[in-house]
């Protein structure tokens, strides 16, 4: 599974499970645990992930982390959890205690749902007061996940990540005060822009005063106007590709072959089946192949793992099915019967997914 399938799912499983989280253990075996999992690190081994790590802090001894993720023998990330609704604002002065008793670069402080990640960029050894990448788990967007894929035990490199971590840091900082400006224009930003476009070049209090209001709804206006674009854009491709599948589906229809025609209510019974059986497998995998004496539907397009056979051609509309071993035939009234058999497409399925001695008939 990919990453970023992984990270659907555990923010799929956050949104189902936090509200039955009572405590800040069930918190960390709930949803923290799963996501250092999904990291690629293994929590069951000590040897790479350490639950309770001691982080002696000068003569007071006996102070743990939640977390520590081991590589060579040496901590290299400090997670330390809070309950999932707990606010994190207070609690970074704790990850910062520990940060620097260890040779860890990293630091994560999360409640399960946001994590904030720090480093040591302002002052090498001394955790930078402010997070250099944060998310939520439940909002996460494509760019973020990508990111967060650098820490990944499979993609970990500590000096890429030295480098995407000032990349963020500097990123944010840009954005936060890009936000600012174009809500609020500061003088100095409005004084920029005045300078350049005003015809007497002269920037006094007045124009400051005309030109921040211009500088913000020009700003507000372009913002708006490059959403539009957007939307068109994005509007117009998923019409293209709409068109282009229903045209090719509608070529497909016809085996230029044997010149056999895929009816109407062989596809519609086509799509009923591949809707039964998507969620065990990518509705890619279920394919369709139309010939002379029955419409097959077919595993990866392999005519040695049928699903079913349509017979919509003779008097009776029947369908096969290959779940016992052998092919057997049932009469059928109308498609919407197929969906109360589907524990025999199943079956069918599981079959050739979990290969046994069972034979099928071609």
Known sequence: MEFKDQIKLLADRVIKVKDNIQTEEATKNALIMPFIQAMGYDVFN???VVPEFVADIGIKKGEKVDYA???DEHPIILIECKHWSADLDPHNSQLFRYFHTTKAKFGILTNGIMFRFYTDLVESNKMDEKPFFEFRIDDMKEAQVEKLKEFSKAHFNLESINNTASELKY?????????????DPSEEFTKYFAKVVHPSKVVTAKVIEQFKSLVKRTFHQYINDAINERLKTALATEQQKAEQIAKEELTSNITPETNVVTTAEEMEAFYIIRAIICAKVAPSRITIRDN???????LDDNNRKPICRLHFNGKKRQVSFFDTGKEERIDLDENNQLYEHTSRFIKTLSIYEKPSKESIVE
Request: charge should be neutral; aromatic fraction near 8%; glycine fraction near 4%.
């Open 46 to 48: 000590p040897f790479e």
């Open 69 to 71: 993720i081991i590589k």
């Open 171 to 183: 990123m944010s900082e840009l954005r936060n005060m890009i936000v600012k400006e174009i809500s």
């Open 292 to 298: 002379q004496s029955y419409c097959g539907i077919l």
